[in-house]
């Protein structure tokens, strides 16, 4: 543990430059104290504005989050605080309550509202603060800032959210359609590990330490005591009692992960956000935009990046390459540092510093020659474009029906008879597998990005033999013709069902995909992930008041996909996957009934997907690439 002292002390940063440190102890309305590093140019400093980031990583950890500075991957914290100390802020890092030296026990999400606001209007009173408190952060500190917001801390100046700052965590983040996010036992585990209690004895850490986490995996879902958490009853608890509320309740409606309940108590401060198409935010992001850009006078900013959660300083997701302008290093900005340095300036600076970006600027993926990179990628290409809304101004619905034939087409299928249907049986023992995605802090269980949908033995619950998904009698496939022109999306995507099944509850995922055409680098083409969804199907009509299915009875259902932006090229196809499961990224349907978590018994359920004009994909499309084509 650092020494906590009230002494301004010199830090050698690369170069030979310095910047100073202090470390702070600030007392929240509970009595619990936590601990936080201040950065300023001087010991000492005048009054001037701050920017906060709290974290609960441990504020002196570098992370690959913060992208290249300076020769650093991962640039140390000091490294990053210099470059806005050098334009005349300080920088405070704060250890959120229960985490690296702050008291208190660690809750996730729940105590970043009070902590946050507390910490903000102490700040504010500090004799280098000149009023004015700014946030930043990525993740978990783009959270903590929606947080403290909600609460309409009085002396916030402005926030800079990236990959997070929940606009609803029951509908992405945490859960989607009702469904679970995986994601979060990971999380839990690995925190948990390097938490203050498992560090200090020796015992615990060895518990921990000989835990197979991928094992694990196979005895969903956990229950209390029967977990890999079991040993770490405060991480299993909050973990748990995330994955028993399925339904929307008091429980996500708290603040810190509610933004959508509390935007008329957000200040009224320039906002930036900020995400990417393989990131679980997307959402987040761009209800926030829309949101606080709607209710507020003061700007906001929306940044859609073609990365992995954090990845902005790299031009591939997965097994795909975006090209050389993908990175956000000298694309958007010198470095993430100087692009968030120049937002703060145009806003928080002297008149005239720094203009403001667009309103909107988003990675259009597709365009690239098909080919296999030196690295071993696929070339899809791409290039960053500016809007003044999200979707783009100039886009409109377009909307493509789904047939019996596995057509994806404009027009019903003629073929389609009334009352024609295509079927499986879901087995929750023979989940599909999750081949990338919208998923980040899954390791060593699962990766975001975007993958050929074709498993290999680097993808959790993959049995040989190694064929595609769209083998799989579980995924039905509908797909367009070879296009005879360009297609540019970009913007939401809706899946439209009618539906039946043998069960009393059940699950419908949708992925939408963007077909390679084969070629001497992919003889067999490749079908690359864009972006997918889950409904479970007792929220159909509502998250809040959860009702069972008839077997045998038709409904109508609708499953949401994140936002996401490609150009399919002219001879590649459009394709939608539907099944019902993409595990490890969701927990897996038992199609009972029962309870969602602690369900003993599963059961196969045979599914219908209707046909016949009565299923459709709704699509947002720029309507230059679309003349001529019928739109909303």
Same mark, same amino acid.
């Given at each position: ?6 002494? $301004? ?374 290039? $960053?474009?500016?809007?003044?809304? $999200? ?242």
């Amino acid at each position: 543990m650092p020494a906590v002292d009230d002494e $301004w002390q010199p830090v050698l940063l690369p170069g030979g430059r310095t910047c100073w440190r202090r470390v702070l102890r600030t007392t929240v309305r509970d009595g619990i104290q936590l601990v936080a590093d201040v950065y300023a140019d001087r010991p000492d400093p005048g009054p001037g504005p701050v920017i906060l980031e709290r974290t609960p990583y441990g504020r002196r950890a570098a992370r690959t989050s913060d992208g290249a500075l300076c020769g650093e991957i991962p640039p140390a914290p000091e490294t990053v605080a210099e470059v806005f100390t050098r334009g005349g802020y300080r920088i405070v890092r704060q250890d959120c309550r229960g985490r690296g030296d702050s008291q208190g026990i660690f809750v996730k999400y729940l105590n970043e509202a009070t902590d946050g606001y507390d910490t903000v209007e102490w700040i504010a009173e500090q004799p280098w603060c000149d009023g004015r408190v700014a946030t930043m952060g990525v993740s978990y500190s783009a959270h903590a800032q929606a947080a403290l917001a909600s609460l309409g801390a009085p002396h916030l100046a402005a926030m800079f959210l990236d990959s997070g700052g929940f606009a609803s965590a029951y509908e992405a983040g945490t859960r989607m359609g009702g469904a679970f996010e995986l994601k979060q036992a990971t999380w839990a585990f690995h925190r948990a590990k390097v938490s203050e209690t498992v560090r200090t004895d020796p015992v615990l850490r060895a518990s921990l330490e000989s835990e197979d986490l991928r094992a694990w995996f196979t005895r969903m879902p956990w229950r209390r005591g029967a977990s890999p958490l079991r040993f770490v009853p405060e991480y299993e608890d909050y973990l748990l009692e995330q994955w028993e509320n399925g339904a929307f309740g008091p429980y996500w409606q708290q603040p810190g992960i509610y933004a959508r309940g509390f935007y008329d108590d957000f200040p009224d401060v320039p906002s930036l956000h900020m995400s990417s198409w393989y990131d679980p935010y997307i959402r987040t992001a761009t209800e926030n935009f829309r949101e606080l850009g709607r209710k507020k006078h003061s700007p906001a900013y929306l940044v859609l990046g073609p990365w992995t959660h954090g990845g902005r300083s790299h031009s591939f997701a997965g097994d795909v390459d975006f090209g050389p302008q993908a990175r956000l290093d000298g694309s958007l900005a010198e470095h993430y540092a100087a692009m968030r340095l120049s937002w703060f300036d145009a806003h928080l600076g002297p008149d005239g510093m720094a203009e403001p970006p667009p309103a909107v600027r988003y990675f259009l993926m597709g365009g690239g020659s098909g080919r296999r990179t030196a690295e071993g990628r696929l070339d899809h290409g791409g290039h $960053w474009c500016t809007a003044a809304s $999200w979707p783009p101004e100039e886009s409109a619905n377009l909307t493509l029906v789904l047939g019996s034939a596995g057509t994806l087409e404009t027009a019903v299928d003629t073929s389609d008879a009334q009352g024609s249907f295509l079927e499986y049986d879901f087995d929750p023992r023979d989940a599909v597998p999750t081949l990338g995605g919208q998923v980040t802090s899954g390791e060593p269980v699962m990766s975001g990005g975007a993958f050929h949908q074709h498993p290999d033995d680097r993808f959790f619950g993959v049995t040989e033999p190694h064929l595609p998904l769209d083998s799989r009698p579980d995924v039905l496939v509908f797909q367009t013709p070879p296009l005879t022109e360009d297609l540019a999306v970009a913007g939401p995507v809706a899946v439209h069902l009618t539906v039946s099944s043998t069960a009393r509850d059940t699950d419908f995922t949708v992925k939408l995909i963007d077909v390679h055409p084969p070629s001497e680098d992919y003889p067999q083409g490749f079908a690359m992930n864009l972006t997918d969804g889950i409904l479970r199907c007792r929220y159909r009509n509502s998250f809040s008041e959860p009702e069972l299915m008839t077997p045998g009875e038709t409904y109508e259902i609708t499953v949401e996909a994140p936002d996401t932006a490609n150009l399919f090229l002219a001879g590649h196809r459009l394709r939608l996957d539907v099944s019902s499961s993409n595990f490890p990224r969701f927990d897996v349907n038992s199609n009972t009934g029962g309870r969602e978590v602690g369900d003993r018994r599963k059961v196969v359920a045979t599914n219908r997907v209707h046909t016949g004009g009565r299923s459709w994909l709704t699509l947002s499309v720029l309507r230059p690439k679309l003349e001529g084509a019928p739109h909303d």
